[in-house]
Each structure stands twice: as structure tokens, then as C-alpha cells.
């Protein structure tokens, strides 16, 4: 099962509205990884973090590393209809290997 | 270039069948790991090969078993199919096994 703690599970969100979620694990990982996964395909990487304390932007997205290198959020400022999605959060271990949260369902609303 | 591509996307299979599942990395990409997605238990990590040899394997039964070829490209096989085995499996592909995993579309396994 799940060694990744992500919270929340799910959001109802407004157009236009920013989304916060996060991720935090018992264990310490090298890089921590944020994807998103649309219904019947594969994740899609959106961003990496390689540092402890890193903080890395890609359009609206904004994710940070955090300095225990247990933890880690991701961001998104101003939410349109396609960030619809499942957004999972994965800590790589020194062997490569992933861990996975459950998810954070993101529900847009007009 | 393109991405990594799974074969077939979808496959029904029976109880005690066995099956094989092939992913095709990016190009020059030599580590390519696989991972089962189950609504119950989410994404979980089944084994990771690397210039032909796994390097790191799942907590899940010797009935689950893979290769990699030398061109990087890699199969999955499940043998005695059960219907717990029905699941989204992924392919992910990385340069080295240290490197930012991508994933492929992914294969729908039912078992009936």
C-alpha cells in the first residue's frame, strides 16, 4: 500500500481558484516528483525536485522540496478546467525506486 | 521524441491464464520499471530493469516476472492469472535507474 501521506483527497474548486496540496513520508527521498493522470492514461511529469529546500515553478504550477526531504506541496494559482485531474505526489528512493501517494482528485467547476 | 509506448492498451483475460505485456522505452532510455494501478491499492512498484538486469523488485508474488532485451524494450509477464490481477499496469522509462521516470499509457488488464 501507500507510504506517502496525501492530503487532500479531493477538491471542488472554483475557476480561477489556487490549489495547494501536499505530500509527507516517515522516510527521507532523494527526489520528490509531482504527476498528473488523466482517466484511462498514464501519469504526466509536471515537476522534479532534486533539492532539499528547492522551490521550482512551471506556469502555474509551484512546487517546493522540503528541507526535512520528507515532505513536499505543489501549488497551482489560478485553476482552469483542464487541471481536472488526479495529481499524485512521488518520493524516489536512493535506489530509483518510487513511492506513490493516493492522490488529490481536482474537480474544476465553472 | 516519442514516448513510452505499451502493447496492447487494453486485454481480457480469464482466471489461471497467463499474459505478457511489452513497453517500449524513449529512445535511450535504458531503465524501465513497471507498476501496477489498482483503484484499492493505488500505484505500486513492481520490479525495475536496467541494461537487461532487474535491479529492484515489488512485494508482489513470483507469479509477476519480466525481462528487458537489448534494445532496452521490456516485457511483463503474469502467469495463473487471478481476478485481483485486474489493474492499469505502467511503464516507466528513465536514462538510468536514478533519473525522473516516464510513463507510458498504460495496459488494462481485466480478469474475468
Known amino acids: 500500500g501507500q507510504q506517502l501521506n496525501q492530503s487532500p483527497q479531493s477538491m471542488f474548486i472554483q475557476e480561477g481558484e489556487d490549489v495547494s496540496m501536499n505530500c509527507t513520508s516517515s522516510?527521507?527521498?532523494?527526489?520528490w516528483l509531482w504527476y498528473k493522470q488523466d482517466p484511462g492514461e498514464g501519469p504526466v511529469l509536471l515537476i522534479a525536485?532534486?533539492?532539499?529546500?528547492e522551490l521550482t515553478s512551471n506556469g502555474r504550477l509551484t512546487a517546493q522540496f522540503g528541507i526535512t526531504r520528507k515532505d513536499s506541496f505543489l501549488n497551482i494559482s489560478a485553476s482552469i478546467p483542464s487541471d481536472v485531474g488526479i495529481y499524485f505526489c512521488a518520493g524516489q528512493d536512493s535506489w530509483g525506486k518510487l513511492q506513490f501517494g493516493a492522490g488529490t482528485q481536482v474537480v474544476v467547476t465553472p | 521524441k516519442a514516448g513510452v509506448t505499451q502493447t496492447p492498451r487494453y486485454l481480457i483475460k480469464t482466471r489461471g491464464q497467463q499474459v505478457t505485456l511489452s513497453c517500449s522505452p524513449i529512445s535511450g532510455h535504458r531503465s524501465v520499471s513497471w507498476y501496477q494501478q489498482t483503484p484499492g491499492q493505488g500505484l505500486q512498484f513492481l520490479f525495475e530493469?536496467?541494461?537487461?538486469?532487474?535491479?529492484n523488485k515489488g512485494n508482489f508474488p513470483g507469479r509477476f516476472s519480466g525481462r528487458q532485451f537489448s534494445n532496452s524494450r521490456s516485457e511483463m509477464n503474469v502467469s495463473t492469472l487471478e481476478l485481483g490481477d485486474s489493474a492499469l499496469y505502467l511503464c516507466?522509462?528513465?536514462?538510468?535507474?536514478?533519473?525522473?521516470?516516464?510513463f507510458g499509457p498504460g495496459t488494462r488488464l481485466l480478469v474475468l
Open positions: 530493469y536496467f541494461s537487461e538486469t532487474q535491479r
Open positions: 522516510s527521507i527521498f532523494n527526489t
Open positions: 516507466a522509462s528513465s536514462p538510468t535507474e536514478l533519473e525522473t521516470q516516464y
Open positions: 525536485l532534486y533539492k532539499a529546500g
